[in-house]
């Protein structure tokens, strides 16, 4: 199984500052077949289920706001969220979909300072 | 406009038995695999099973294997999670999950809003 961890477990941040969270596979989950690699981000607020931000490790969803980016290849992968809102208070995951079993990371916390 | 709606959970015995479903609606339902994805009280997300869209093939996690059972009626556009041998540490939010179109294996683009299995004596 590939195992996802995340770093750091919770973060906070100003208004307006950058955040970032930080995913590693314990393998990669990089095709060669098409040189994309199979890394989601999903942002979940209490209470509701998680929503998709990003796949391919940086293409955002539609709808997802410019201000959160995925950046990374291989075994290392950001998400990045450049200027932070109130409403981006979350709980972050990662997940690979190269195999199954499917795994999630453990998760990031961004808190507002 | 997707919707997926879950139904099912609630408490149940240790070894008791349980079947969630999700009603699906806004999709070609039968296109589709499906999936679903189960969070224990204030833990992660957990991948629990994947059904292919003509249900001819299936996957589940180890911590589920030969207790759980994923099912699909396609002339219904609905769901099934048939659960088995209960344990308390099956207690959890389960939520069912459409993916992204394309190929096999896809993050998810829709979740519905989950049912809570209680698992305790």
């Known amino acids: 199984d590939i195992v996802m961890t995340q770093s750091p477990d919770s973060l906070a941040v100003s208004l307006g500052e950058r955040a970032t969270i930080n995913c590693k596979s314990s393998q990669s989950v990089l095709h060669s077949s098409n040189n994309k690699s199979y890394l989601a981000w999903y942002q979940q607020k209490p209470g509701q289920p998680p929503k998709l931000l990003i796949y391919?490790?940086?293409t955002r969803e539609s709808g997802v706001p410019d201000r959160f980016s995925g950046s990374g290849s291989g075994t290392d992968f950001t998400l990045t969220i450049s200027s932070l809102q109130a409403e981006d208070a979350a709980v972050y995951y990662c997940q690979q979909y190269y195999s199954m079993p499917l795994t999630f990371g453990p998760g990031t916390k961004v808190d507002i300072k | 406009e997707v919707l997926l709606l879950e139904s099912g959970g609630g408490l149940v015995q240790p070894g008791g038995s349980l079947r969630l479903s999700c009603a699906a609606s806004?999709?070609?339902?039968?296109?589709?695999?499906m999936y679903w994805v189960r969070q224990a009280p204030g833990k992660g997300l957990e991948w629990v099973s994947r059904?292919?869209?003509?249900?001819?093939?299936?996957y589940y996690a180890d911590s589920v294997k030969g207790r759980f059972t994923i099912s699909r009626d396609n002339s219904k556009n609905t769901l099934y999670l048939q659960m088995n041998s209960l344990k308390a540490e099956d207690t959890a939010v389960y939520f069912c999950?459409?993916?992204?179109?394309?190929?096999?294996?896809?993050?998810?683009?829709?979740w519905g809003q989950g049912t809570l299995v209680t698992v305790s004596s």
């Open positions: 059904i292919s869209g003509s249900a001819a093939t299936t």
């Open positions: 999950a459409k993916p992204l179109p394309g190929g096999n294996f896809y993050p998810f683009d829709n």
């Open positions: 806004g999709f070609t339902f039968s296109s589709y695999a």
């Open positions: 391919w490790a940086s």
